[in-house]
């Protein structure tokens, strides 16, 4: 990076830019990132002293964040993605290829300082991996090739933006179109007809719609727009949530790509109902690429009247949209614990009540919604809402993008009326000896084959989107150990049972795995599975067991060979643990060693 | 053999990575030591010198396991005890000797036996005779199964009375407040 | 369709049940703080009455109308059922204290706050008679650097009480949480990370909230020998404000 002899000379413009808000502390930590490579400790000193803050908040911030940096991390960080899907395709591998090349062990820095090699949670490009980020930039379709392109130019110290730009390509892979993506959808138009109406009848249409919230949870939404309508507050603000963080999910980052206006819009018209001036969009880190291109959308709409003061004409319908920037972290996929990550804090979601409806984003009214419920709300406001509710089924209105990856010919996203079976779909994506599919990701529902008759629906399987699919060459148990670490890594520690019960979990899986298990370990499993349900705080306290559960109840065989072992037996190696001491002394008798199982002498 | 009419319960005690001081307080039940020699005869034990266990009812392991000599008493109570107990603070969660597992084993050694002040011609004993320390000092539970735990530093004589007299009654063993303490 | 409908009839009556016992509650309480201040006892650790509840340890978990929630968060409705002193929250207390204890160095024979210790005062009321868990004996080590306090992290339980006390009452943010999961862990605001370079003093409400071992004044740990502290003398449960004398 360059030498910088005073940090102050690149956070200055970013401190101006952000009007010195320490609301905005994520938003600057994250762009004196993107200027130095990391934090440093002089740039906190800097931050502390002009934004006032105690800097072990800043600190405590910038720690919660994964994709931030504290430490110097190389000039290239590099993260491969590790959902389930990338591991299918080989990402370790590559992995372990990238760290020989380039002389770097896994999780470290390279000695010269100059690059840096990890595994992150899904990046949200299961249609096109095995996906790395670098430096935060999305690289897709990697292959062996790719690979030791990639270490030429990290060793040439090439820097990225003279990098080939295919390298940075990203398919919208759009393979079913409906409603929603079929729209051809011409920006402003959805407004011009909802501006020309009261926001009471717009409400009403969306009421009218059944539209239901599209992160998974099914919420009413026009019940939603209408509480925080009527709750009392200086001022109301409309979130989009772009923090696509659920593995195998990635419609919205499409959706972005190519619809970015129907959000939008969808937003205004939401800021219509609820009276906001202002709304966000919370768009999570991995998806920095697309950051400057929702900036020209958001200029042009400013140009074309559609945001900003008086819009399309409407003296007192003022308002706006800006972007915030997660920097990977899941629970800010949670509406509370996004507002607090919005408010410049550390993602920890709140107690509640009260709900953000009534005590959001600064403790005003504030409606979140899925970047796909915005969507469909400029649909709502184009069409009607009786137009919308004739789509689907009775429960669930309208239509549902799925994100398809896994084993399948043609992963990408399907868009279904709401009541399409799991086997429709399989077949639409040239599924074959399809074993399982993981339903709205690891925090949904695992289902087998007999169960691919059920309907994608908010009474059957209700989805954020994810629709990841498993052939029976499929470990079962290694899918679900998978998603026990993405809890893990992504849990935000603030409550006991899920700080701790999700690396007890994820150590016991890895003890089936390793060959330790016995039926003991498969009772405490069971037992920390119900601890987690009944006393975590949040919903992913709450669903880190589902992968478990589900795989147990529907894959039971997988876990059984697992169980090796009639007794109870240590979940460490014992004859590893002497292995120091044998090194330290050379010896290597049979004293020196330890049976992993008792032998009666 | 005793004559009493209903045979006596076998009784094996050990220690591994612990001071001895779980079985002094064990000694600490004084007078009653006497009505216990009525119901129990000791198997392995440091009061009998016995070296190798038996089938046996009941065994107590004070201490946790901080080398590979440990791990073989361990499991041969956990192999011949139909009731193995977890007696004290190393016992329960490795207690002082514990307090090593932040460091590599390999520091310590070399701290212990190369760089410490005054050493002279310092070497790492090698001897097979001797057993190998393991990498970090475990509680027993985390290497057999263990039924019943008497927590303390050391445990009271009257909590260790309680519990032993709680098992040969066939009773669940039960402390309560005064009785349960970890330091 | 209001979210208010709670709101109490009757001012003066309004009660729920707890373990079958009639509580008064009055509004803005939540059950917990009820509870105490009927003479009640809920395990809790990361709640402490004079602060506003937080809600992470999940210790003070209770049944309320049948749903497993945080009483120390909650807030009662009239007439609600709830359960706490039953065998089935009792062994999940009793786990999640477990969990604690094996996520830390907790050596309590070496502690100084043995005794005074609400985190061990617990787990005797629990019967905890051991961690079950593997642990995971994290590196923590201790920062002496004060002239009066000394920090052992080996035993944080992470309940923010003193970044709490610091901010609201002190004014002074000299803690903080850092990290995130089973990383996250407790700072100190200075750029060394060391406490002597901070504004803190033994006049901080900081300094006298730790629940357990962490925050500990030098030169006085041993003036009440261990058999004569607080919870040897009475259980947690029978003492009435868990406030520790050998902590000033």
């Known amino acids: 990076m360059s030498q910088i002899t005073t940090h102050a000379e690149y956070l200055d413009p970013i401190l101006a830019h952000y009007k010195l808000n320490q609301h905005n502390l994520l938003q600057m930590l994250r762009e004196a990132q993107e200027h130095f490579g990391y934090i440093h400790p002089e740039a906190i000193d800097y931050l502390e002293q002009q934004l006032q803050l105690p800097r072990s908040m800043v600190e405590g911030v910038a720690s919660f964040y994964s994709l931030l940096y504290l430490q110097p991390h190389g000039e290239y960080r590099v993260l491969f993605s590790d959902n389930i899907t990338d591991r299918m395709l080989g990402n370790m591998d590559l992995m372990e290829s990238m760290c020989g090349q380039l002389w770097v062990e896994a999780g470290k820095v390279s000695e010269d300082g100059l690059v840096s090699i990890n595994t992150t949670s899904c990046t949200g490009m299961c249609d096109q991996g095995p996906a790395v980020l670098i430096n935060n930039i999305a690289i897709n379709h990697l292959t062996q090739d790719r690979i030791n392109s990639l270490c030429e130019l990290i060793r040439e110290r090439v820097p990225l933006s003279g990098w080939p730009l295919e390298f940075f390509a990203i398919e919208d892979n759009i393979h079913k179109k409906d409603i929603l993506l079929d729209s051809n959808f011409k920006f402003g138009s959805a407004l011009a007809e909802v501006l020309q109406r009261s926001s009471e009848e717009i409400l009403q249409e969306i009421k009218t719609s059944k539209l239901r919230g599209r992160g998974g949870a099914g919420f009413s939404t026009g019940s939603k727009w209408e509480f925080c309508r009527t709750a009392p507050g200086a001022q109301h603000y409309v979130v989009c949530n772009a923090d696509e963080g659920e593995p195998g999910t990635f419609k919205d980052r499409v959706l972005l790509n190519s619809y970015a206006d129907m959000v939008f819009e969808g937003m205004t018209i939401c800021a219509h109902v609820i009276g906001a001036k202002k709304g966000f969009i919370y768009l999570r880190g991995e998806y920095r690429y697309l950051l400057d291109h929702l900036h020209a959308i958001l200029q042009r709409r400013r140009q074309q009247s559609l945001l900003g003061n008086n819009i399309l004409g409407y003296t007192d319908f003022n308002f706006d949209i800006e972007i915030h920037l997660g920097a990977g972290a899941y629970i800010c996929g949670e509406e509370s614990a996004l507002i607090e990550s919005l408010e410049g804090k550390r993602g920890t979601p709140r107690n509640r009540p009260p709900f953000p409806v009534t005590s959001g984003y600064l403790n005003q009214p504030t409606v979140v919604n899925n970047v796909e419920t915005f969507a469909a709300a400029s649909l709502i406001g184009l069409h009607g809402g009786a137009w919308y509710a004739n789509i689907g089924t009775e429960t669930s209105s309208g239509t549902k993008i799925l994100s398809v990856s896994g084993d399948c010919a043609h992963p990408g996203l399907y868009e279904y009326p709401f009541g399409v079976t799991v086997a429709q779909v399989l077949a639409d994506c040239g599924a074959k000896n399809t074993q399982a599919v993981q339903i709205s990701g690891p925090s949904g529902i695992c289902i087998a084959a007999n169960e691919f008759e059920r309907r994608i629906a908010f009474d059957d399987l209700p989805t954020a989107g994810?629709?990841?699919?498993?052939?029976?060459?499929?470990?079962?148990?290694?899918?679900?150990?998978?998603?026990?670490?993405?809890?893990?890594?992504?849990?935000?520690?603030?409550?006991?049972?899920?700080?701790?019960?999700?690396?007890?979990?994820?150590?016991?899986?890895?003890?089936?795995?390793?060959?330790?298990?016995?039926?003991?370990?498969?009772?405490?499993?069971?037992?920390?599975?119900?601890?987690?349900?009944?006393?975590?705080?949040?919903?992913?306290?709450?669903?880190?067991?589902?992968?478990?559960?589900?795989?147990?109840?529907?894959?039971?065989?997988?876990?059984?060979?697992?169980?090796?072992?009639?007794?109870?037996?240590?979940?460490?190696?014992?004859?590893?643990?002497?292995?120091?001491?044998?090194?330290?002394?050379?010896?290597?008798?049979?004293?020196?060693?330890?049976?992993?199982?008792?032998?009666?002498? | 053999m005793n004559m009493s009419t209903k045979p006596k319960l076998r009784i094996a005690t050990a220690t591994l990575a612990g001071c001895f001081g779980c079985h002094m307080s064990f000694l600490d039940i004084d007078e009653r030591l006497f009505d216990l020699m009525e119901l129990v005869e000791f198997d392995r034990s440091p009061l009998t010198d016995i070296k190798t266990c038996g089938p046996c009812d009941i065994g107590l392991i004070e201490g946790g396991l901080c080398n590979a000599e440990n791990v073989h008493v361990l499991r041969e109570f956990r192999a011949n005890c139909k009731i193995l107990v977890a007696v004290g603070a190393c016992a329960i969660n490795g207690g002082l000797p514990a307090q090593r597992n932040h460091l590599s084993l390999s520091m310590i050694l070399e701290e212990v036996y190369h760089a410490q002040h005054g050493l002279v011609d310092g070497f790492i004993p090698n001897d097979p005779e001797l057993p190998l320390p393991l990498d970090q000092v475990h509680p027993i539970h985390e290497v057999v199964k263990v039924d019943y735990f008497i927590p303390g530093c050391p445990p009271s004589g009257d909590a260790i009375w309680k519990v032993l007299t709680d098992l040969i009654a066939g009773r669940e063993p039960e402390l309560g407040h005064g009785l349960v303490h970890y330091d | 369709m209001s979210q208010n409908s709670n709101t109490p009839h009757n001012k003066n009556q309004t009660t729920f049940t707890l373990d079958g016992k009639t509580i008064p509650f009055s509004e803005g309480q939540t059950i917990i703080q009820a509870a105490m201040a009927a003479g009640e006892y809920i395990p809790h650790l990361c709640f402490n009455p004079e602060f506003k509840p937080h809600g992470s340890c999940k210790i003070c978990t209770v049944t309320a109308n049948g749903r497993q929630t945080a009483s120390c968060t909650q807030q009662p409705q009239v007439d609600m059922m709830v359960e706490s002193d039953t065998k089935q929250i009792n062994d999940e207390r009793r786990a999640l204290l477990q969990m604690l204890f094996v996520e830390g160095n907790h050596f309590c024979p070496s502690c100084e706050k043995s005794g005074d210790c609400q985190l061990q005062a617990t787990a005797y009321e629990l019967d905890m008679m051991s961690p079950h868990f593997d642990h995971f004996s994290p590196n923590r080590p201790l920062d002496a650097s004060h002239g009066e306090y000394l920090l052992d992290f080996n035993r944080c339980i992470l309940c923010s009480l003193c970044a709490r006390a610091s901010s609201d009452v002190d004014g002074k943010n000299v803690f903080s949480l850092a990290g995130r999961g089973i990383k996250t862990h407790l700072i100190v605001n200075s750029k060394s990370g060391k406490l002597a370079d901070t504004d803190f003093t033994g006049d901080d409400k900081a300094a006298h909230v730790c629940p357990v071992g962490v925050i500990i004044k030098k030169r006085v740990g041993f003036a009440v020998p261990i058999g004569k502290r607080s919870f040897d003398e009475h259980p947690i449960s029978a003492t009435p404000h868990p406030i520790v004398k050998g902590a000033i």
């Open chain 1, 466 to 601: 994810a629709f990841m699919v498993f052939d029976q060459s499929r470990d079962m148990f290694e899918v679900a150990r998978n998603f026990v670490h993405f809890f893990k890594h992504e849990s935000c520690g603030f409550c006991t049972p899920c700080r701790v019960g999700t690396s007890l979990l994820s150590n016991m899986m890895n003890k089936l795995a390793n060959g330790h298990g016995s039926p003991y370990d498969f009772a405490e499993i069971e037992k920390l599975n119900e601890l987690l349900l009944s006393t975590s705080h949040c919903g992913l306290g709450h669903s880190a067991c589902n992968p478990v559960l589900d795989t147990i109840a529907k894959f039971r065989p997988a876990y059984d060979k697992r169980l090796t072992h009639k007794e109870y037996i240590p979940a460490f190696d014992l004859d590893y643990a002497l292995s120091q001491a044998r090194q330290m002394t050379g010896r290597d008798d049979t004293g020196a060693h330890l049976e992993r199982i008792h032998v009666s002498k």
